[in-house]
């Protein structure tokens, strides 16, 4: 059973650029939750999607966007990128409600 | 972004040591959650509380929910070095689905 997964691990972009990250969630999931996690801080809240709709939204501007597909995988995208987005990206699924989220390894995104 | 203040930033126990540290809200919560991360990994969910004054174990690691509701702690009896890693606290608001307002960790190394 395969657990959260996401892609790709690394990525370099410079400012002004767009990036996407892509998730899997865990097998018989339906919740994926967005998550920014900056050098020595704890995760910050992006936002979550269930049914393929935004559910909640943390405090980050529009130039964060996301999207779920009928499967349940997840992209979150940012539009033009500042060095202050760059972080450690991390996807959570949840089956709905449920307290336990799995968290994938992140995507690591340095933004020159 | 909000975060909720953890102590001690960072520890240096013996093997064998128990180690305590807690965590601080401004906001009353309803699910106190900790979480350890390995380097290159997500956040692991430990413990899950969901009543002021609940004290719950796993395994080696006791975790209690504030009888405030605006503080928790844990304690890891025996330490081991495979304890060595961040330790995270993380809130949720009650209506908030999954949406979790992480601390700032403390960071823990454990010398064999």
């Known amino acids: 059973d395969a657990g959260v997964t996401q892609s790709p691990t690394h990525l370099i972009k410079t400012r002004g650029q767009q990036v996407t990250l892509r998730c899997s969630p865990k097998?018989?999931?339906?919740?994926v939750s967005w998550y920014q996690q900056a050098l020595g801080q704890g995760p910050q809240f992006i936002f979550q999607?269930?049914?393929?709709?935004?559910?909640q939204r943390g405090n980050f501007p529009d130039r964060f966007s996301g999207h779920q597909f009928p499967n349940y995988s997840s992209e979150l995208n940012v539009n033009a990128l500042l060095l202050g987005d760059s972080a450690l990206y991390l996807c959570?699924?949840?089956?709905?409600?449920?307290?336990?989220?799995?968290f994938g390894p992140g995507t690591r995104l340095l933004v020159l | 972004g909000q975060q909720l203040n953890q102590s001690p930033q960072s520890m240096f126990i013996q093997e064998g040591e128990d180690v305590s540290m807690n965590c601080t809200s401004s906001s009353i919560f309803n699910t106190w959650l900790w979480y350890k991360q390995d380097p290159g990994e997500g956040p692991v969910l430990l413990i899950a509380?969901?009543?002021?004054?609940e004290l719950t174990s796993n395994g080696r690691l006791t975790a209690q929910f504030g009888i405030t509701r605006k503080d928790s702690f844990l304690n890891i009896s025996a330490s081991i070095p495979s304890d060595v890693g961040i330790y995270f606290c993380a809130g949720r608001y009650s209506g908030g689905y999954q949406k979790v307002t992480f601390g700032t960790g403390t960071k823990l190394q454990v010398i064999p």
């Open positions: 999607y269930y049914e393929e709709e935004e559910r």
């Open positions: 509380l969901y009543k002021a004054g």
């Open positions: 959570a699924s949840s089956w709905d409600y449920q307290e336990t989220q799995y």
């Open positions: 097998s018989g999931h339906d919740t």
